[in-house]
Every structure is written in C-alpha cells, then in structure tokens.
C-alpha cells in the first residue's frame, strides 16, 4: 500500500469534476474506431474509465478497463470490436466508485436480447428505486445508478425496445443523456428537461449517424452537426432510417449552465451557445460589472482562458499567460515527504516571475469551491512578485451542491454557502473578490428565457433531492484543465 506521504493527488479536491461523455455511432464499417475517436474529443468529460461496445451481426462486443482512452484501447483491443455500430463512454464516477465493475457501457443479456447503455447524469431517485428492485429480487452487479435503467428496462411488458426504454425512463427522475445499442438499432434519449447536452451528427463519407455529448466530437470523427436531441427526446436509428419519439410529458428545458461555465470543450456548440464566444462574453461582463485598476489580465489556465481574454478586451489591459500549465501531470505524482510546498499545485501550474513581478493582477478562474486551491494559486502568484492579486470569478457563488451529474460537495464544505464573499476573499489572500452575477452570466450564454439549472448558485432545484434524506451525497475532485 502506498504510504500517504508519497503518494498524492495532483491537485486537491477543490473543483467541479466532469461527469461522462457518451458516443454513438451507426452505419459505419469502422465504427468502433470512430467511437474510439469520439471518445478521445469527450476526454475532459471523465477519466477514470472508458469502454465501447460493438454490433456485428446480431452480436454486441465489449471492451472496457480503467484509466483513460490511451490507456484502455489500443490495436489490439479495437479489433475485438467488428460491425458498423457502436457506443463509447468515458467516466467520472459521480455515482458509484473508481472500480472496474463500475466502467460503462453496461451491458446486459435478457429475454429480449442484448443491450447496452451508456449514460450521463445522475438519477435523483435512484437509491429509492434500487431498494424495491431488491426486494423483488433483483441482483445488482455494480454502484452505478445506470444499472437501475437496465432492470426496469428488463420488467416492462412489451416487443419493441424504443417503447420499452421510454416506460422504463418514465420511472425515474434526474439529469441523464444515454446512448443505447441493441443487435440492430443505437437509440439516444435525454431527459424532459435537458440536463445534459447530447448531439445528433450525420458522417460525411458514410452516411451514417452519430449521437455525441458535444460537437467537438464530431469534428473529429468526421460528421457534420445536424441539431440538437429535445429535451425529452427518443431517437432510434436503424437501417430504415431515424425515428424520433416524444414519450414524456413536456417540462421546462433545464440546461445545465455550468456546462457553459467549465464542462464543455470551448470549441463546442451547445444548444446553439457557441461555448469558447460565450465565455468570452462572460469575461467582458466581468470587466463591465467589475473594473478594477490592474497592469495585466491571467488566466487559470485552461478554464480561465476565455474568460480573461474577454475581460482584457473589454478593459482595455494587456492578457498574458503568467500561468503555465503541465499538461503531462496524471491524477497522482510521487510527492517527497517534505510538506508546506504546495506540490500539488506548481506540478501543474507554474508562476512567471518575469511577467508576474511588480504587476497588478488580474487573476481569473471558473469558479470556487473550497477555497483551497485558489489560495495557493493566489500564493504562487504573489511569490512570483505580483504587486496585487484581484481574483475575478466567471461564475456566481457556488452555494449548493448538484444531484444532476456535477460532483459537488457538501453544503457545509462550499465556501461560498458558509462565509461572506469578503471573508472569502481574506481566506484565499487576494486584495479583491469578485464574481459574476447570475443576470449577467444568463446575458451571457443567450438569456434566462432559454431555460437553465442553477440550482448551485440559486438553491432553486427543478427536481426533488434526495438531500436530508440520507442518501449518498456526490464527491468533488478536479483536476485544473
């Protein structure tokens, strides 16, 4: 066992963490080698695991093991996934734990065939759901609450699989994007209110479709945007084409804004939102709502970046890079036993002295959690000669924990939800805190009337939480990217 004195974290559990990215493809004689490419452009959405299941003939094929996409698929592992259809997910365990039975996609045979499943989100009554399946006998095999879907899809009546996902989904509520496979069909589902993102894509050389977390993926997988999934959408593609069902009763669109905040990849294209442009517009509404005197803007790289160089377009200041980042840091590092050195943070983020020194800074980031990561960060850029550090954040105070797919921690552990924003401020040494308002950052990402979940800024929750009920609350790490 490793001793805790050498073995730690990269980085402390003071940030949002991504929750998964799902991956389907249909219609292509590659397709396990698409998903594979998909799945490398959902990276930042989960790192723990990562598998895809393949169709050929009538038969699924799975692989799936730990770590990331690198780490999990290689030639080998590939051509054990023959057929023109396949799903792919990369994992943050936001429900259940880092173990190999826990990796998706699941997959199951029943009586009607086999299926597999990948899911993004978190089910809010999941927990509630699993101790009746219990007791009517139901032998679960791993934590996940997406092992919950495949046993209600196993007892519902009925021959067609669309009808029969769509009644098993009607009984659970919370935040989920899943791609499917069966023997002959790749079915997309995203909840009533449209927590998380799911795209649709058409392949350009084959004609095939694709159903992804983010369009980013589709850039590289060679297929073309062609809207959106409907919150509360069904999609089933077969060789007969696609079919699009509507089985839920319509409920107000809930789009997760921390998406646009953090989650997706700058260079993706959420319900219209181009995510990089709005990012920058929530820089500038920083600079507008907060001016402060300063010599020069720097990111926290990378989720600062937009932000701060919306913030120095609109102030007029100079932006630099007075943080550089280690991309080639994993999740732990042999740390030596000396402490009170912060190794946690400079492995992945080095202060520039000679663009840092005798200046008034602006420092931008994403959000605050703990607090704990930004006072060292605010530390490293004093030690590297920084006159004032101003610490801009791009999104509201984080208040509230997240049962959708976020893993947050806590009420008690938010810093934000136990002190004053000027306690916070002395707590993490900057000279100035400021932080976007809710309207502002709405102005930002298209306007309230588009339909958002802020419940961690707000406190206002669209669904029913299981807190104070006992159950499992979600864990926090990020990493910095």
Request: net charge negative.
């Amino acid at each position: 066992m490793q001793n805790d004195n050498v073995m730690q974290h990269a980085v402390d559990d003071d940030h949002f963490h991504d929750e998964c990215g799902v991956i389907g493809v249909f219609g292509h004689p590659e397709a396990a080698n698409l998903t594979y490419l998909g799945l490398y452009a959902l990276q930042h959405r989960g790192q723990e695991s990562a598998g895809i299941v393949s169709g050929d003939q009538g038969k699924l094929y799975v692989q799936r093991g730990m770590g990331r996409v690198a780490d999990v698929f290689g030639l080998e592992q590939i051509s054990k996934l023959p057929g023109d259809q396949a799903i792919g997910h990369v994992r943050y365990s936001t429900a259940g734990g880092s173990v190999l039975r826990n990796t998706q996609p699941v997959f199951i045979n029943y009586r009607h065939g086999a299926f597999a499943v990948g899911h993004n989100g978190n089910l809010v009554n999941a927990a509630e759901l699993r101790t009746r399946l219990e007791r009517e006998g139901a032998i679960f095999h791993t934590d996940m609450d997406t092992e919950v879907v495949v046993h209600l899809l196993a007892r519902v009546p009925g021959d067609d699989t669309g009808t029969r996902l769509a009644a098993a989904l009607r009984q659970v509520s919370g935040a989920y994007s899943l791609v499917c496979l069966t023997e002959s069909r790749l079915i997309g589902a995203r909840d009533p209110m449209g927590f998380r993102p799911l795209v649709l894509g058409r392949l350009i050389d084959s004609g095939g479709f694709v159903l992804a977390s983010e369009t980013c993926a589709l850039d590289l997988m060679g297929a073309e945007f062609v809207r959106d999934v409907e919150p509360g959408e069904l999609i089933i593609i077969s060789k007969e084409g696609i079919e699009s069902r509507k089985p839920f009763a319509p409920v107000g669109r809930r789009m997760c804004i921390f998406e646009y905040i953090y989650f997706a990849r700058p260079d993706s294209v959420l319900d219209g939102v181009h995510v990089y442009s709005a990012r920058k517009r929530i820089g500038q509404a920083l600079a507008r709502q907060h001016p402060r005197e300063a010599d020069l803007v720097v990111p926290v790289p990378d989720s600062g970046v937009a932000a701060a160089m919306g913030y120095a377009e609109a102030s007029g200041l100079p932006f630099e890079l007075g943080l550089i980042r280690n991309h080639y840091v994993g999740r732990t590092f042999i740390q030596p036993a000396q402490r009170g050195r912060d190794f946690g943070v400079k492995v992945k983020l080095n202060a520039q002295p000679n663009i840092l020194r005798g200046k008034r800074v602006i420092l931008v980031d994403d959000s605050i959690v703990r607090g704990t990561t930004s006072a060292k960060i605010v530390s490293l850029v004093r030690a590297a000669g920084a006159r004032e550090v101003h610490f801009v954040v791009s999104a509201p105070p984080t208040t509230g924990p997240c049962y959708y797919g976020i893993d947050t921690p806590d009420r008690s552990q938010l810093i934000a939800a136990q002190h004053s924003i000027e306690e916070v401020r002395k707590i993490i040494g900057a000279d100035s805190l400021d932080y976007i308002s809710l309207e502002a950052l709405y102005e930002a990402v298209g306007g309230r009337e588009q339909g958002f979940c802020d419940a961690c800024f707000s406190d206002d929750y669209p669904l029913p939480t299981p807190e104070g009920h006992g159950s499992r609350q979600l864990h926090l790490i990020k990493e910095l990217r």
